[in-house]
């Protein structure tokens, strides 16, 4: 991912459609470039669309998806919905994070693995159920935590 640049994001502003008040879209667009929302992007969107910075912020910190920090190289989305929950998704969550030894939104200090938590993947039947770099993961047990320790390297 870019490190924070106003010409880069000067080109994410001025895309075609780009209507004032698309402060969701253009979160997600910076989120792409810069594997985060950079704190400087704030105030530069707040200003870009003559909106105030509290707006903006809100937004970011609305939405669980929008990072201030850059994620690791892979990021794993715990489901925290009911029907995981219900399928010993808690008992898994504590394997994972202590395995890896992170807390939820937590990366591990080599940058490998962010671990977040999710709200419903649509795997209820499955549960419970994760997503690993946009991949799901269905019925998860020890076996697929320890598939996901060689995706991720550790």
């Known amino acids: 991912m870019a490190a924070w640049s106003e010409s880069q994001a000067t080109d994410i502003l001025s895309r075609p459609n780009r209507r004032p008040g698309a402060v969701l879209p253009i979160l997600h667009d910076v ?17 870009a669309l003559n909106v105030r910075r509290a707006e903006v912020h809100g937004v970011v910190s609305f939405y669980h998806d929008f990072r201030d920090e850059p994620a690791g190289r892979h990021v794993l989305k715990l489901c925290r919905a009911e029907a995981c929950q219900s399928m010993k998704g808690p008992e898994i969550a504590e394997q994972v994070l202590k395995r890896f030894n992170v807390d939820w939104g937590g990366t591990t200090p080599d940058g490998r693995l962010t671990v977040e938590a999710t709200y419903c993947l649509g795997l209820c039947a499955c549960a419970p159920s994760a997503m690993l770099d946009g991949e799901p993961m269905a019925r998860l047990d020890a076996d697929a935590i320890d598939e996901i320790a060689r ?4």
């Open 151 to 154: 995706e991720v390297g550790r």
């Open 31 to 47: 989120q792409a470039t810069f594997g985060h929302v950079p704190v400087e992007a704030v105030p530069f969107i707040a200003s």
